[in-house]
């Protein structure tokens, strides 16, 4: 029989009032009953939870750290093997001399400007064959876990990650044709990814919350496993590429990649069989349009539609401008005039992505205590334009490394979006609410990164910041709608005590 620990059940068998010191509420001290053994034992549940909880969080940063690792391997090693096959006779990485070619009338810049459109479009390939099928997969897989619990589906993301990294550990190591990097990005485009792992563990976040600030402040330290991951990932990739090559690399990421699956049993099912019965038994064809139906037809979100579909849109255009310029941020600093090494490529990533992370980390919680989220939105997508506009036109390394500090609030965004979101939903439809951001954060990895791809390949020789220019729009978009949020918030949250005393 699955057991299940969540702070919603312990908090109804046992209020919270009742825990602690002070156990006898003003008024109501015949109904202090609660026995000493009680209250051990809810303390000793919580305890659990709480220890699952950090251990979903452990895997997770596993999980992240072998998809970035693999990630920049792979685009460095696509970059390397056709410059290699094609100019062998030319080396564009000049970073530590004063070589870097900057004379675009030059032939070694021609060609480098080739190799960076050849290399623009595989990863084209590449980013179309894992989001394609990750829209599908993800469009049921969310509406599953609701049934079936989180922990079968949480399986499927990880096995799919696995077989990537293994597959493309045999690929660098025998040589094979750049074609099959495609095949194994779609391998782990049907298992979801990354990404449906990160809408599980948010759907798990809700499981064990109750609606409110506790459930966002989960939402955001589930998020910075993202961040711890990518951070790890950056900072260790270069390092691994300079001592041992590419194949060392991505034995490393195969290795990482096979924890999460080990760690998997260790899981608590946070779904209650209870839950998971009361739902009707559906059809697949109806699992697959539960998300369509929740969004734009259910009545429990009925007069908050609006915000649904604002925040939605916020989180499509923040994912989309994040995962666009995750496809060609390591393109773009190999390129003159920066033609930075492996090493310098990873200590970049993991404090462009690391920095944001730690301060919205730090920063989060006292924001929250002052400003409405919806205020917090706002800070953050203005950080996040900042950044990207500081990216598009700079032409050395200082100006690079001032990026991450003008994006210090970016990442308080896409939590604060998902927290508003849960709270106006009930708890069993939350993973049908996650898989809904899931769906249009694998969209933003499918359309995000080719459209950037095809833009920095078309625009490269002429003004090679134009792709981050159209990223900055994509925020300034954001903006305006997170403005539109904060007035929506303000509204719905004046009607409430209106309707409640009329009622």
């Known amino acids: 029989m699955r057991q299940s620990y969540s702070l919603e059940n312990l908090d109804n068998k046992y209020p919270v009032e009742h825990v602690g010191p002070v156990s006898v509420l003003p008024g109501k001290e015949d109904e202090a009953d609660t026995t000493e053994t009680d209250i051990v034992a809810v303390t000793e549940s919580r305890k659990l939870l709480i220890g699952r909880f950090l251990l979903l969080g452990a895997i997770m940063v596993l999980v992240i750290y072998s998809f970035m690792l693999t990630q920049l391997v792979t685009v460095q090693y696509i970059y390397t093997y056709i410059r290699q096959s094609q100019f062998p006779n030319v080396s564009f990485i000049t970073n530590e001399s004063s070589g870097c070619q900057i004379n675009t009338t030059s032939q070694i810049y021609r060609d480098q400007q080739t190799v960076q459109k050849m290399a623009a479009q595989i990863n084209i390939y590449i980013e179309l064959a894992r989001g394609i099928p990750g829209m599908c997969g993800i469009f049921l897989y969310g509406s599953l876990s609701d049934r079936f619990g989180r922990k079968p589906v949480l399986l499927i993301a990880f096995t799919g990650n696995m077989l990537r990294c293994l597959l493309t550990t045999l690929a660098t190591y025998l040589h094979w044709n750049l074609n099959s990097f495609i095949i194994f990005s779609f391998i782990d485009g049907c298992g979801g990814g990354w990404v449906l792992a990160m809408s599980i563990a948010m759907s798990i976040a809700a499981d064990v919350t109750k609606p409110g600030k506790t459930r966002t402040f989960a939402i955001v330290m589930t998020e910075m496993s993202l961040g711890f991951g990518m951070i790890i990932g950056g900072f260790t990739s270069g390092f691994i590429i300079k001592a041992g090559g590419f194949t060392v690399a991505m034995v490393v990421s195969s290795c990482f990649s096979l924890l999460p699956i080990f760690l998997w049993f260790f899981v608590q099912e946070t779904l209650s069989r209870s839950k998971s019965k009361e739902a009707p038994r559906k059809t697949l064809c109806q699992l697959l349009i539960e998300v369509y139906v929740f969004y734009f037809k259910d009545p429990v979100i009925s007069g908050k539609r609006k915000i649904f579909l604002v925040c939605t849109l916020i989180y499509f255009l923040v994912i989309q401008s994040a995962t666009g310029a995750n496809a060609i941020e390591t393109l773009y600093v190999l390129n003159s005039p920066f033609c930075w090494s492996s090493v310098q490529v990873g200590n970049y990533v993991a404090v462009r992505n690391g920095l944001p992370f730690v301060t919205g980390m730090l920063f989060f919680g006292p924001l929250q205590r002052c400003l409405n989220e919806s205020a917090i939105a706002i800070i953050a997508n203005l950080s996040n334009l900042a950044g990207f506009l500081l990216e598009a036109l700079s032409y050395n390394t200082v100006m690079l490394y001032f990026v991450p500090a003008l994006s210090f609030a970016k990442t308080m965004s896409v939590p604060v979006v998902k927290g508003i979101m849960s709270r106006l939903t009930p708890p069993d439809k939350q993973g049908t609410m996650f898989s809904g951001t899931a769906i249009v954060e694998t969209f933003c990895s499918l359309y995000g ?35 539109v949020l904060y007035g929506l918030i303000r509204g719905m949250d004046k009607a409430r005590p209106v309707k409640e005393s009329t009622g």
Do not use: E
């Open 449 to 483: 990164g080719v459209v950037s791809s095809a833009i920095y390949g078309q625009t490269v020789d002429v003004f090679r910041g134009t792709a981050f220019l159209f990223l900055t729009g994509y925020l300034f978009i954001a903006v305006v709608l997170s403005i």
